[in-house]
């Protein structure tokens, strides 16, 4: 999960004293954005010596969940499905039947009228926190634009149909959150909860236990916290697929596919202009910006619109598919 969704959990009293928000804050913001704020230098020393020992500190809960006390995106986990006993596979497909049929039925505009974003600048009354928050958002290249909403009924546990929060990546709604408070019920070997601060340091507060589910069929995909290893890995792969097909289009095919990446994008791909003189050696400048620009929408276009853009390049026969 993110930084700013974080924040707003903690804005919502979920976790609520000073010591858990000294030590949470520099290990999500991966300990690099706090040490120069003399205020963050403890936690930051506390977070660095997690981050340099090399292996993930996972442990198992109460309830036998293995839990990853990392953020999602740093996290190298994938289910074994192959592995799995029978009833965990079921166990896990009951969740994931459930989080596909809430992504169905929920449309973005609707989360984002009733739902509250985890914009996470709001509710930070602690000195120096928020410019350090800041510097470590743009420090990461982190988007400011949310990813959690949050739903206003307070769950906690798995209800498959009404989560703890949306994920919204790009605008599209990409899965759900559910935390448990503070561990979340057996969950059997597949999903992978995670927490944000070492759990035994405050002796007081017990971590706030998270998992993410992802909208996909496939369960290994659904189920790993970090989505880029996920969620996204058919997406990565047809980009890697297009991107050196794209040299053997024709100019009149470019021109086709830049046609219909632009339709695609709409306002978020800039048009690429040629540059230098069509006589001067090597490739075509006004070819070479097609190519470019349709290299670019890629990493806007979404996996069913790539499967589309793909299959007009397979059309043309020229192209390996
Ligand atoms: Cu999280």
């Known amino acids: 999960m993110s930084l700013p969704s974080h924040m707003s959990l903690l804005r919502r009293g979920v976790i609520v004293s000073a010591a858990v928000l000294a030590v ?4 999500v913001a991966s300990g690099a954005s706090a040490s120069s704020t003399p205020a963050a230098k403890p936690a930051a020393k506390a977070a660095a010596s997690t981050a340099t020992s090399k292996h993930v500190h996972v442990f198992t809960d109460r309830n036998g969940n293995r839990v990853e006390m990392i953020d999602p995106g740093q996290s190298h986990y994938i289910p074994n499905i192959a592995g799995a006993s029978d009833a965990d596979v079921a166990k896990a497909q009951n969740i994931l039947d459930g989080v596909n049929n ?5 449309t973005v505009k609707w989360i984002k009228a009733h739902w509250r974003s985890g914009d996470g600048m709001g509710g930070m ?23 959690h909403w ?3 009924q307070k769950l906690t546990g798995i209800h498959p149909g009404r989560p703890v929060a949306a994920l919204i990546y790009k605008g599209v709604l990409d899965g759900v959150m559910f935390n448990g408070s503070p561990v979340l019920p057996r969950l059997g070997s597949i999903p992978r909860p995670h927490v944000h601060h070492m759990a035994g340091m405050t002796m007081r507060e017990a971590p706030l236990e998270m998992v993410h589910v992802y909208c996909t069929p496939t369960l290994k995909h659904s189920f790993t916290p ?23 289009l024709k100019p009149w095919q470019l021109k086709e596919v830049r046609r219909m990446v632009r339709n695609l994008c709409g306002s978020r791909l800039n048009p690429v202009a040629p540059t230098g003189s069509p006589s001067d050696p090597g490739p075509d400048p006004r070819l070479e910006a097609m190519r470019t620009e349709i290299r670019h929408s890629l990493m806007i276009l979404r996996e069913g619109q ?6 007009k390049m397979k059309s043309y026969g020229s192209v390996p598919g």
């Open 24 to 27: 949470a804050v520099p290990i």
């Open 102 to 106: 809430f992504c169905r039925t929920h």
């Open 125 to 147: 009354h602690m000195k120096g926190m928020a410019g350090m928050q800041m510097k470590g958002m743009h420090m990461k290249g982190m988007s400011m634009s949310p990813t």
């Open 150 to 152: 949050f739903n206003p």
């Open 226 to 248: 970090n989505r880029q290893l996920g969620v996204m890995v058919p997406t990565q792969n047809l980009r890697n697929t297009i991107r050196p097909a794209v040299m053997l």
């Open 306 to 311: 790539l499967r589309t853009v793909w299959h």
